[in-house]
């Protein structure tokens, strides 16, 4: 057999490297961030298997970075989740509990995201919604900017009839709307048009940035121009499991408050197979809408060539619940709420496609300081998943712990186990789910003497030290 010279062996274990499996990390010493928030956007997307729905610019996306399949926001509301992630601080007992909590008012002091790539040089600018409120951290941005609405309510309705509804300050326009418009009427076409002038400047500055577009469908009211609308007609189901888990403790439920505010909905009990089959059209029209807005701000990226040195974020900040349940809206503790669409992107490198390992909202802060070679502040709680991008064998702590007021949620592996805990830190209801046989979450398995241990665990892995801040 003919022996391989020294130039020959080497040319050869080139080759073999360059073929090898494993994803190579490159990172670039000062990337750019685009941070891509979704209001109420659950993974129910074509990249997470859902072939019902179009979603082909986030699938593109996902396409080329990673995908976390797992991956749970750590309260399933707009505002608190968001102050909870942009701070890197976890909930607590008072801590990041409704909707209209602000990062800067229960933690004063913490330095946001933002402000610490602002802190290091970045140009920052906040679009559209990114904190809950307009003028929410203020000291983090260079620049803030919102879409103004077509009516005098943000509900952003261009029908008379909802216009008209809307501002009777009875009560609130319908849940939905069709409307045959360009997509620069509502406020998410005004969004991406604004981070497409933002590239266009940015591209000239000799500054790193820190760009961010918040958009806000598929939020309600569902408002999307026609055309996206009739992708979905006639291709709308319901779901199997309308009615509340067998044993479910009464703490898991709602009255769904938030969309009976609208015009149509009716005040106490369910809501029509008529009208669900309309709001999940919806739903499902805003969220291509959505898909639309950022496939024009990714075409512009890359027009600019701009995504050879941009990291890529996107995010929605909790989950949805499309009549799963018999439940609308967020702010329970089942999967519905609380599991996210989270991809990541990172130029001049080959990542690992997609993960199952579990990742939480916390965990955003230190990754995101740790891909750009920022130090990372002290006040962190969560942990870095940057080797999650680039290393199939790499392991998160595979735990996530969410909250929503007195209930408090531990998901490990297939369970997701939640307690409702008073001041003194004692249970007085619980329930427990298996995934790996139970899914959808329909039979509360918790009072099961077979899961006494299951429990136990989980209910200590609550309350050790990286909760310890849940109880005061």
């Known amino acids: 057999m003919k022996r391989l010279n020294s130039m020959q062996l080497i040319s050869l274990l080139l080759i073999v490297a360059s073929c090898s499996s494993e994803p190579k990390q490159q990172v670039i010493d000062t990337p750019n961030i685009l941070f891509i928030a979704v209001d109420d956007l659950r993974p129910e997307l074509g990249c997470y298997g859902m072939n019902h729905i179009q979603s082909p610019n986030i699938d593109r996306l996902a396409a080329e970075g990673t995908r976390f399949d797992r991956s749970y926001c750590n309260i399933p509301v707009c505002g608190a989740s968001r102050a909870s992630l942009m701070t890197g ?38 679009n559209g919604k990114i904190f809950h409120h307009d ?20 509900r952003d309705y261009v029908l008379p009839e909802n ?23 509502y406020k998410d076409g005004k969004t991406a048009e604004k981070v497409i002038s933002d590239l266009r400047k940015l591209k000239k500055s000799e500054k790193p940035f820190f760009l961010t577009a918040g958009f806000l ?39 769904f408050g938030e969309l ?7 005040e106490k009990g369910p809501v029509s197979d008529e009208m669900a089959l309309d709001l999940i059209h919806g739903y499902y029209a805003c969220v291509s809408y959505t898909d639309a807005q950022i496939g024009k701000i990714l075409d512009e990226l890359e027009r600019l060539e701009l995504e050879e040195s941009t990291i890529v974020i996107l995010w929605g900040d909790h989950g949805w619940n499309l009549r799963e349940h018999g439940l609308w809206c967020k702010h329970c503790n089942y999967e519905t ?81 939640t307690e409702w805990v008073n001041d003194q830190d004692s249970a007085y209801a619980r329930m427990l789910y298996d995934h790996a046989v139970d899914p959808g979450e329909n039979v509360n398995i918790s009072e099961q003497q077979q899961n006494a241990e299951v429990i136990r665990q989980l209910s200590q892995e609550m309350r050790k030290s990286r909760a310890e801040n849940y109880f005061k």
């Open 337 to 417: 709420s609380l599991h996210t669409p989270l991809i990541l992107k990172v130029p001049g490198s080959k990542q690992v496609k997609s993960t199952r390992e579990i990742v939480e909202y916390v965990d955003i802060y230190p990754t995101l300081c740790e891909l750009a070679g920022l130090d990372l502040p002290d006040h962190l709680q969560g942990e870095s998943f940057k080797e999650l991008l680039f290393d199939e064998r790499a392991q998160s702590d595979g735990v996530a712990i969410s909250q929503w007021y007195a209930g408090i949620t531990t998901i490990r592996e297939n369970y997701f186990y």
């Open 135 to 154: 003028n929410d951290a203020e000291q983090s941005w260079d620049e803030i900017w919102h879409p103004e609405s077509n009516s005098k309510s943000w």
């Open 163 to 185: 216009i008209m509804a809307d501002t009777s300050n009875t009560r609130r326009g319908a849940p939905v709307e069709r409307a045959d418009i360009p997509d620069n009427v």
């Open 260 to 266: 009976r505010s609208y015009a149509g909905i009716p």
């Open 89 to 126: 601080l976890r909930p607590a007992r008072n801590r990041f509990l409704t909707y209209y909590t602000r990062a800067d008012e229960d933690a004063p002091a913490i330095t946001t995201l933002p402000q610490h790539f602002r802190n290091q040089g970045y140009h920052t600018i906040s």
């Open 217 to 255: 469908k598929p939020h309600l009211p569902f408002n999307a121009p026609e055309k996206y609308w009739a992708i979905y007609d006639g291709k709308v189901r319901l779901p199997d499991n309308n009615y509340p888990p067998e044993n479910a403790p009464r703490e898991s439920l709602h009255n």
